[in-house]
């Protein structure tokens, strides 16, 4: 049985760890750190989830897009585990877009994203993808992909004036 496993909440270190290449996708350990992780995600409300992010500092992800609110064309898809992954090309038109974190609750910024880019990365079956994501997807790609490398999204946010509350926030995208 998959477990709900705990968020490391921003000043944990794992957070600012590089996170390790994953040697084999097939280790029953990784296989229930992803199942593990799909919970988390999906107990959270979340529409991504890094390794490090439950303490394990793995270069592995979840994806798991939805429409919302701000993102209403964001593709409703299967959550989804990528390991190991790599930016190929990133387009050079950015688009800043609101973002949260888990590891953050309560604070939401305003951060710039490459719209399209380019990715390669291995499916939890051990197959590499090639694949093209934009906008909201590719927001959660870069988002995520920070993750592994020790990145929040506070450190994008170009000033501490496009950072609000989640109330806030929410009062914004009501209205
Ligand atoms: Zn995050």
Redesign the pocket.
């Known amino acids: 049985m998959p477990v709900i496993r705990q968020i490391a909440q921003l000043g944990q270190p794992v957070l600012r760890q590089v996170a390790e290449t994953i040697a084999d996708q097939a280790d029953s350990a990784v296989q229930t750190l992803i199942d593990d992780m799909l919970v988390t995600v999906a107990d959270a409300n979340g529409v991504?989830l890094?390794a490090p992010?439950v303490y394990e500092p793995l270069a592995l992800f979840i994806i798991a897009s939805r429409p919302n609110p701000r993102y209403p064309q964001a593709p409703q898809m299967e959550p989804t585990a990528l390991i190991n992954p790599e930016i190929l090309w990133m387009s050079d038109d950015k688009e800043k877009g609101w973002e949260g974190?888990?590891?953050?609750p309560g604070l939401r910024g305003l951060v710039p994203r490459h719209r399209r880019i380019g990715v390669r990365y291995l499916t939890r079956a051990g197959e590499s993808r090639e694949e093209e994501f934009s906008d909201f997807l590719a927001r959660i790609f870069q988002?995520?992909f920070d993750?592994i490398r020790g990145v929040?999204?506070l450190d994008r946010v170009e000033s501490t004036r496009e950072l609000v509350t989640e109330k806030e926030y929410l009062r914004l995208a009501a209205g």
Do not use: W
Not at 101 to 104: A, T, Y
């Open positions: 991504g890094a992010q974190c888990l590891s953050i988002h995520e993750h929040v999204f």
